[in-house]
């Protein structure tokens, strides 16, 4: 493989779970299966920690970034803050192509729902938020995003094994918030789809949840929908 093909399949194990969270990434190991000799598997390494999904640590290598109590307890802060402001710039800033890559990707996610393929569900849930991010053009908040879907993504592999028809429910609910995400978005209704952003974020958060409990948010989130125009 070449470095592009690395990065792709490296990223692709991490969000699938088969690499998990602080698995060590041994630098022999991947050159061999790779294919690739030691500097150009350095850079990839070095392209997956800038995007957050391993950390390099001096004298220890390359691991997969953690999913600690701190990151999570950080993640679920601040995840429903993030996604809120993203879903009212995208209603406002979307183009008509990107809600064709939108509904392309939520044609992804019923499929691997219908199947009960959890991996392929989350995979296809982390493109179809990926796109609304883009969506979103704001370079600040793009990134914050970007991050918190390596994290959202893992935890959801969770979400979509349900153990019993009260959470089979729950999929096709997540499904059914998508297309009504879709359609705000769609008819530039940015106040809808905070509301819709903040209801899909309370559907999922109890099942993600089973990984850490956190503490209390930091700030009442539900108050964004008394003032959307200042999210």
Same mark, same amino acid.
């Given at each position: 493989m070449n470095k592009d093909d690395t990065l792709a399949d490296l990223r692709h194990r991490i969000l699938a779970m088969d690499l998990e969270p602080g698995t060590p990434l041994e630098e022999a190991? *991947?050159?061999?299966?790779?294919g690739l000799s030691r500097t150009p598997l350095r850079?990839? *390494?070095?392209? *997956?920690? $800038?995007? $957050?999904?391993?950390t390099i640590?001096?004298?220890?290598?390359?691991?997969? @970034? @953690?999913?600690?109590v701190? !990151?999570?307890? !950080?993640?679920f802060q601040t995840a429903?803050?993030?996604? %809120? @402001?993203? $879903?009212? *710039?995208?209603?406002?800033?979307?183009s008509p192509d990107q809600i064709r890559q939108l509904k392309d990707a939520q044609s992804r996610f019923l499929t691997a729902t219908?199947? !009960?393929? +959890?991996?392929? +569900?989350a995979l296809a849930n982390h493109e179809f938020h990926a796109v609304i $991010? %883009?969506?979103?053009?704001n370079t600040y908040l793009l990134a914050s995003l970007d991050r918190l879907l390596i994290d959202h993504t893992r935890l959801s592999q969770t979400f979509y094994r349900p153990a019993s028809e009260a959470e089979r429910v729950l999929i096709t609910k997540a499904a059914e918030q998508h297309d009504a995400m879709i359609a705000s978005i769609e008819a530039q209704e940015p106040g809808l789809m905070i509301d819709l952003t903040l209801q899909h974020w309370d559907l999922s958060r109890d099942r993600l949840e089973r990984f850490v409990r956190p503490d209390p948010l930091p700030v009442d989130v539900f108050s964004l929908k008394e003032r959307r125009n200042a999210v």
């Open positions: 190991a *991947l050159c061999q299966r790779y850079e990839v *390494l070095q392209r *997956l920690a $800038g995007a $957050g999904f391993v640590e001096e004298n220890r290598g390359a691991k997969v @970034s @953690s999913m600690d701190i !990151t999570m307890r !950080t993640f429903p803050m993030i996604y %809120a @402001s993203i $879903g009212r *710039l995208a209603a406002e800033n979307r219908k199947a !009960t393929d +959890a991996n392929a +569900a $991010g %883009a969506m979103a053009a």
